[in-house]
């Protein structure tokens, strides 16, 4: 269970006991609003033993004196607040969580000494919280110390701003974003043997309580379809696969939707080309790119944003057997492009290739975006820092590179061009599944392009970023619902109304 927060917004506060959260601005100041002015100089004291100068992101804890409203203060550094960002709003909010863990109740001033800050401020603070609250325990049947402390209540927390009927607002954002995100990481970190492609459509199908219009199609319909490429990976796999089509219409009828587009595969062996056993069991994650895909359709909908957008996500699994796909072997993909197998391992573009093509087909989306943990090759050069992006679309892909910076999702703009395109040429069929070793991720960029026409798109290499990369102060968890957040703010930024 993830620790629970029930949070409230007030212009003031009396505290009496519990903890209470101050900011302190590097020249000295405190939170503006708060009743603990320090008139003991006992923050000062500790602040000079503890060596602590209110940098940025910093932390002081102490136990209140004698005579203090509260029991516990803890005092966050914010150095200079004028220059903090959004994303320091949110590392705020998850250094202050991470405190208030275990504790059953919390006063937290968090006006910038000095200033007020605003609503947006206020929810980003809170979108911290929330984002840090998140971890994944269900198959541990020993409860945590904190889950023990907290006995299945929430903390109780009361942020105190001067525009806090605005802050009340902004939160059902705020939750909405936090919810996306930890439904995807909670698909990542999922078992494979619970969460397989039925399983995975299931989750889609659960949208449909928001408002989302979700259709899912089986074997037997895409085989109708001739998706012959991701048809020939799920063969070797006694769990059948299904393609996940979630459709959010909060636009104008008349309007081309966006379109997102994941890499599902549920569990990769590697197939008949089989990966070395040390560390296969990450290969779970080998959906963070439909996790996030559907993370985001929860948030576009839960904030019932101004929006007609598609996802799409093809679910597999990747698995050796009698009856799995063989390097040599030629599959037709929907689009009629034959491939021809070189390595089984290289399954997430033949997956991905059809669900493009089908897409495109069927809605013309103004743009497709797909998220995919497809080669190692990117983490080589990149890795688990940037992600890699791939796009036909100089204006696209300056508006995924920009909403990257603001969410803190970064990414990174990699080459695509005719002497890489030419190297997955094949001798047999119209193109090959890999172009082997050399410029591995842009050789996998490449075979994409390859199905998806006119229409502007960007592929997003996750495989360095969805899964094991390094905690931070709004992230603890293995699955890191990498993706959610910065398609969310390309939507905010550019394609509503
Ligand atoms: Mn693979
Ligand atoms: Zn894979």
Redesign the pocket.
């Known amino acids: 269970m993830s620790v629970k927060f029930d949070i409230s917004f007030a212009k003031s506060a009396k505290i009496s006991g519990g903890l209470a959260v101050l900011l302190k601005a590097g020249d000295g100041e405190l939170a503006a609003g708060t009743e603990i002015a320090d008139p003991a100089g006992i923050i000062a004291k500790a602040s000079k033993i503890a060596k602590f100068s209110a940098k940025a992101m910093s932390a002081l804890d102490l136990v209140a004196p004698e005579g203090s409203p509260a029991d516990r203060l803890f005092v966050i550094g914010i150095g200079k607040p004028q220059d903090l960002t959004s994303h320091d709003w949110l590392k705020l909010g998850g250094i202050a969580a991470a405190k208030v863990k275990g504790a059953d109740k919390a006063t937290i001033f968090i006006d910038a000494p000095g200033a007020a800050i605003t609503a947006k401020a206020a929810a980003d603070f809170s979108l911290g919280m929330l984002l840090r609250a998140y971890s994944f325990d269900t198959y541990k049947t020993k409860k945590s110390e904190e889950d023990e402390k907290a006995n299945g209540k929430s903390a109780k927390i009361t942020i105190v701003t001067a525009d806090a009927s605005g802050a009340k607002k902004a939160l059902a954002d705020s939750e909405a974003v936090a919810e996306g995100v930890n439904l995807a990481r909670d698909l990542v970190n999922e078992p494979p043997n619970v969460l397989g492609p039925v399983e995975f459509a299931a989750k889609a199908k659960e949208l449909e309580k928001l408002g989302v219009e979700v259709e899912i199609l089986t074997e037997r319909e895409m085989k109708r379809l001739g998706m012959g490429a991701l048809l020939g990976v799920a063969q070797g796999s006694v769990r059948p696969p299904r393609l996940a089509i979630m459709h959010w219409k909060g636009g104008k009828a008349k309007d081309r939707p966006i379109a997102f587009i994941g890499k599902g595969?549920v569990f990769?062996t590697?197939?008949i080309s089989i990966?070395p056993a040390a560390g296969m069991e990450d290969?779970k994650g080998?959906m963070g790119g439909a996790a996030a895909v559907i993370g985001l359709m929860h948030v576009l909908a839960a904030r019932k944003a101004d929006v007609n957008a598609v996802g799409i996500i093809g679910l597999v699994e990747?698995m050796p057997d009698g009856n799995a796909q063989r390097p040599g072997d030629i599959v037709t993909s929907m689009s009629g492009q034959t491939i021809e197998i070189i390595n089984?391992?290289?399954?997430?573009r033949l997956v991905l290739c059809d669900a493009l093509w089908y897409c495109n087909d069927r809605f013309k989306p103004r743009f497709m975006i797909n998220l995919a943990t497809l080669t190692g090759a990117i983490m080589v050069a990149l890795g688990n820092v940037h992600a890699g992006l791939f796009s036909n679309d100089d204006t696209l892909s300056a508006q995924l590179t920009s909403a990257g910076l603001t969410a803190n999702e970064k990414l990174w703009r990699m080459p695509l061009g005719r002497d890489y395109d030419k190297m997955i040429d094949s001798k047999f069929a119209d193109m090959k599944n890999t172009g082997g070793r050399y410029a591995g991720s842009i050789t996998a960029a490449h075979f994409l392009k390859r199905f998806v026409q006119e229409t502007p798109w960007a592929h997003l290499d996750i495989a360095g970023t969805a899964l094991g990369s390094p905690q931070d102060e709004i992230n603890q968890s293995w699955g890191s619902g990498f993706g959610v957040r910065l398609l969310d703010q390309l939507v905010r930024d550019h394609y509503e109304a």
């Open positions: 595969v990769d590697g197939g990966k290969m080998d990747n089984t391992d290289a399954e997430g």
